[in-house]
Nanobody
Framework: QVRLVESGGGLVQAGGSLRLSCAASGFISSIRAMGWYRQAPGKQRELVARITSGGSTNYADSMKGRFTISRDNSNNAVYLQMSSLEPEDTAVYYC??????????WGQGTQVTVSS
């Protein structure tokens, strides 16, 4: 089992920045990748960014250049630095972990609201 706890969401004006954090605990050694997803009201959950245990990253096209995912293996944490935020970025952001056995774990989500 892997437990994920997000923090760092909140209300920010358009053009502003936020940093999300996700702390992982439990069977950490089984994690092969971690990522951030988001879900806006009435929409499907979508990938924001993902980082593998080796440090490879991938981003959704609309986040490239604005969001940066990073990982601190010593603290079992993953971060999402978001800048140039737009109202369209308003969503609940979820931390995700994939294990070597392809199991998926999710955090409880953190709300990000961008005002215009």
């Amino acid at each position: 089992q892997v437990r994920l706890v997000e923090s760092g969401g909140g209300l920010v004006q358009a053009g502003g920045s936020l940093r999300l954090s996700c702390a992982a605990s439990g069977f950490i050694s089984s994690i092969r990748a971690m990522g951030w997803y988001r879900q806006a009201p009435g929409k499907q959950r979508e990938l924001v960014a993902r980082i593998t245990s080796g440090g490879s990253t991938n981003y959704a096209d609309s986040m490239k250049g604005r969001f940066t995912i990073s990982r601190d293996n010593s603290n079992n944490a993953v971060y999402l630095q978001m800048s140039s935020l737009e109202p369209e970025d308003t969503a609940v952001y979820y931390c995700n972990a994939e294990t070597s056995r392809f199991a998926q774990y999710w955090g409880q989500g953190t709300q990000v609201t961008v005002s215009s």
